[in-house]
């Protein structure tokens, strides 16, 4: 019972501390007059990250590889068939919006390289140096893009996070809550995840996989179902689309190079080509121009179901 309360105040920390952190930033991107698209691609992007990131590095200081690399695969699989499954209920969801081919095509290589380093298992500080290569530049060509682009049709991403801070000193707060929560909530979470998996009698990897990762996507989603609350289709699949990118480069990349990562049979035999698989009908949708509408949002929440229960 205990780990039970302990994995879901770390959840709920980390949805708390993620959510804060992204607010306080764009509020001090705002104050600095930097460019909303730029925000969109960095801050916002790593904010909804966040929590993917420090459970992965606690994972890998706590010796539990499995919950590491099950909390990012079952994360980019869950937000395809959840993340966008969800705001499908609410509006249609439009995966072909303008300029999201490029970065398709980047998550397509991002997992596939991820695929092929997994098969060759362990991950190494190589393997993280390169995927956080990968990330780098692909955030340094979004952002020259971004320079590029005529300013008139650039989204305001600042309308996309709710409550901004005004005050200074409220700016500071929510960035250092933000800091100080997603560790502890971090932290709790693997403790949480790990106890019960050995209660169970279940792999940390199957763990990762379900609860942490579906935990973790949480900010995803909610930034998802607020956009299509909002009527804003393209936020949905461009959080998606870059929170993938985010939690191979950054995510496993930088954890990687700290700490090298064993690969757990069964994500190399069985969830990765789910993770491709997903990774692929985003491709699919977007280059066909089939919108995702509730009967599609529906089988594919039915389709995330299936893999949940699949995987126990």
Known sequence: MLSILTLIAGLVVLVFAGDYLVRGAVALAEKLSIDPLIIGLTIVAFGTSAPELFVSLQAAFDDVSGIAIGNIVGSNIANVLLVLGAPALLMTINCREKGIGSSLAVMVVMTVTLMVMMWFGPLSRLDGAILLAMIAAYLGWQIKAARECDMAAVPDYHDDVADLPQQGWKTALFIFGGLIGLPVGA???????????????????????????????????????MAAWRRSGAVAIGNVVGSNIFNIGLILGGTSVILPLEVDPRIVSIDMWVM?????????????????????GMAMLAVFAAYILSVF
């Not at 491709?276 to 599609?296: D, E, F, M, Q, R």
């Open 276 to 296: 491709l698989a997903v990774s692929l009908l985003v491709v699919a949708l977007a280059h066909w121009n089939v919108p995702i509408k509730k009967l599609g």
């Open 187 to 225: 932290w709790l979470t693997v403790d949480g995840a790990s106890h019960i998996a050995r209660l169970l009698g279940a792999s940390e990897t199957v763990i990762g996989l379900t609860i942490v990762a579906i935990g973790t996507s949480l900010p995803e989603l909610v930034t998802s179902v």
